[in-house]
């Protein structure tokens, strides 16, 4: 009864408690209770059996017992009969003190001489005459001492019984529950091993599962679609917050996403800061829409401590278009989600074989970008910088080229990403610097334009190198211009003061490249020490096409000046926008109307015309002839 207990008492406790290692130690023991619960209650049917059985075999032995007793009992009584009659003659006429003397040694009580004794009450022996005939009976009282003492028993035994069948039945009712229990509890702890702790949606491999469940399910018209959601922006409020923050930050993206998404989607945390979908729909559904949604949400505020912002990609895969199997469809959601990393905020892609292919270009790329390195294949072209009064050239920009022998020219746009993911950009950047100095060397009355990527300003190294690389060319070091981007100093701005007042040091200029098209803040670009602001080519093709446009980029202009820096416009490519921006107060222009990028010697032939805006635009064409 204890252990059934114990059993029972082991199970409300797993009850209670939360799914996790503590849980599973005690679905362990709740287990071993079960089983010993399981004994107990055999072995108390098996009890209550055999007592009954006892009951049975014991009152069926002590009649028997009885039996035998009342024959020993005629039989010693038919020895004294004769041994009496030897003595006394016919025993009826036997006086009663003669008849107490045979009753003892007989060992019977209450004989008496009956002439015609009534049958069945009483044990009875015929008492026959020297002719043999009877004369009558000696009767004696029929008593039953084993069945007697057995009967007595029997209340003792059927208590015994009752005890244990109430007890067979407790334990029964008992195991039933521990049973009901326990798998509760395991169901419980299946559940909990099928779901993301944090938010409680469905974790990796549930999702796996689902989507296994739902391809399998799918039918001929439905289409199954696997969505992948990447979250930037999570790690960088877990830094910032202390952690059940950034943990309420995590659970409330789930919930939007649980709030937005119709119920037959399926969505699930599959990774810190990774979140799927599934949903099997009829193919015409509007999945993009949906995914859409699902990113707006996201990208809205959040208010955990103070206002965060997070940024959301995804990805998407379509069975039966885009695959059939489990492997093929996730494969191809990542490959998609990648490609929407790449378009940038807030961008949803379709898996197409156009974007597998552009990760094929990619490994090439990786394969071929240190062997062209080391065979000099990468060259450097350079861009005239004109001023906007007059088309005088004033500097130019170093721009790599890398010709491949097979495949043709691969723009920079392409591969320097890769060179940073790979870690060769510390050596391209080098191998940049240093043949753009060497080549400047011959333009004594120019700046060049050097870019520095996001990875090159992040490490102090680039001090040294810039030194160095100066030292060596002799070239002085106010005409290298160095280019970065915003998003280089948002990230740490503390550091990137630091960087751009050392190189100040050394006396070279800092440019800030592509303004406009990124972060955008001036009031905030007035605690970093620039020399230059290049104004995106964004905005130069926004002038004729938008009203406003030519507005805008006026006020840029004038905020730039204001901020007492110097202010470039790039991708000019027109008669009209080089009019309007030099309107507008700009200071210098770059742009495929005066030149393409060229080889240095085109540089040498343009250096060596006359500066004006027209022969600037006939060496474009030149060079654009060099170039294409
Ligand atoms: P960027 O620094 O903004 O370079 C200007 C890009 O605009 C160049 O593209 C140039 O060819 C192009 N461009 C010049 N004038 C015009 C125009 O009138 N219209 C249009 N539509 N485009 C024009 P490119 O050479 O393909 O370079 C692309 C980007 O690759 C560069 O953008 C720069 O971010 C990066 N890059 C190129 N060379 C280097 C390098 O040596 N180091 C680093 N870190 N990045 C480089
Ligand atoms: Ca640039
Ligand atoms: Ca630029």
Redesign the pocket.
């Known amino acids: 009864m204890e252990g059934t207990q114990s059993a029972l008492q082991a199970l409300l406790r797993l009850r209670a408690q939360q799914p996790g290692d503590a849980a599973g130690a005690s679905r362990a023991r709740a287990r071993r209770l079960l089983s010993a619960s399981r004994l107990i209650v055999v072995l108390a049917v098996f009890a209550m059996g055999a007592t009954l059985l006892c009951a049975a075999i014991g009152y069926g032995v002590a009649r028997q017992s009885d039996e035998r007793l009342w024959l020993a009992q005629r039989s010693a009584l038919r020895n004294v009969i004769a041994e009496a009659r030897l003595v006394f003659g016919q025993p009826g006429a036997l006086d009663p003190h003669v008849m107490r003397l045979v009753e003892q040694s007989a060992g019977l009580k209450g004989l008496e001489f009956e002439a015609d004794p009534a049958p069945g009450a009483r044990l009875m022996q015929p008492v026959v005459d020297a002719d043999g005939r009877i004369t009558g009976f000696l009767t004696w009282q029929r008593t039953h001492p084993t069945t007697d003492m057995v009967t007595r028993l029997m209340p003792l035994i059927a208590g015994i019984a009752i005890v244990l069948v109430g007890f067979a039945g407790f334990s029964l009712r008992q195991l039933r529950r521990a049973r009901e229990d326990l798998a509760a509890s395991e169901e419980r702890a299946r559940r909990a091993g099928d779901a993301d702790k944090l938010t409680g949606l469905a974790n990796h491999g549930k999702m796996l599962e689902l989507l296994d469940q739902a391809l399998a399910a799918r039918g001929a018209s439905m289409a199954t679609t696997f969505a992948l959601i990447e979250i930037d922006g999570l790690a960088d409020a877990s830094a910032e917050l202390n952690a059940p923050a950034s943990d309420d930050l995590t659970a409330t993206v789930a919930q939007r996403l649980q709030y937005v998404l119709p119920v037959e989607a399926q969505c699930g945390r599959i990774g810190s800061n990774e979140f799927a979908l599934i949903l099997t729909a009829a193919a015409d559904f509007d999945v993009e829409a949906l995914v859409r949604t699902a990113l707006d949400a996201i990208a809205r505020p959040y208010w955990i401590d103070s206002v965060a912002r997070l940024i959301a990609y995804a990805g998407i895969a379509q069975a039966p278009f885009h695959a059939n199997t489990r492997a093929e469809l996730t494969r191809r959601a990542e490959i998609a989600l990648r490609a929407a990393i790449k378009r940038g905020p807030g961008s949803i892609v379709i898996y197409e074989a156009a974007i597998d292919a552009i990760s094929a270009d990619e490994k090439f790329i990786q394969l071929e970008l240190p062997r062209a390195l080391a065979a000099g294949e990468l060259d450097?072209?350079y861009?005239p910088i004109v001023a906007a009064q007059g088309a005088r050239i004033v500097g130019v920009?170093?721009?790599?080229?890398w010709k491949h022998s097979v495949r043709g020219y691969i723009?920079?746009?392409t591969f320097?990403p890769i060179a940073e993911q790979m870690g060769l950009?510390d050596t391209?950047?080098a191998f940049?610097l240093r043949r753009?100095l060497s080549e400047a060397k011959r333009w004594s009355s120019i700046y060049v334009a050097?870019?520095?990527?996001p990875l090159?300003m992040r490490d102090a190294e680039i001090v040294v190198l810039v030194r160095k690389s100066l030292e060596d060319s002799g070239v002085p070091a106010a005409r290298l211009m160095l280019?970065i981007?915003e998003g280089v100093l948002i990230e740490n701005p503390e550091e990137m003061i630091k960087r751009i007042k050392d190189l100040h040091a050394l006396g070279v200029r800092i440019a800030l490249?592509?303004f406009g098209s990124g972060y955008s803040n001036l009031g905030y670009l007035q605690r970093f020490p620039l020399d230059k602001l290049?104004i995106?080519?964004s905005f130069?093709?926004a002038l004729g096409r938008s009203p406003n446009g030519g507005v805008i980029i006026q006020a840029i202009v004038a905020l730039g000046r204001a901020l007492g820096l110097s202010v470039l416009v790039?991708?000019?490519?027109t008669e009209e926008q080089r009019v309007l921006l030099r309107l507008a107060g700009c200071d210098e222009m770059?742009?495929?109307?005066?030149a393409?990028?060229a080889p240095a010697r085109t540089i040498d032939r343009l250096l060596a015309e006359p500066a004006r805006a027209g022969g600037m635009r006939r060496g474009a064409e030149q060079a654009g002839r060099q170039?294409a």
């Open positions: 450097l072209h861009q920009e170093a721009l790599l080229r723009p920079p746009a320097i950009m391209l950047g940049v753009a050097v870019n520095l990527s090159q280019e981007t490249d592509d290049k995106d080519k130069v093709a790039e991708g000019v490519e770059q742009g495929y109307l005066f393409k990028p170039t």
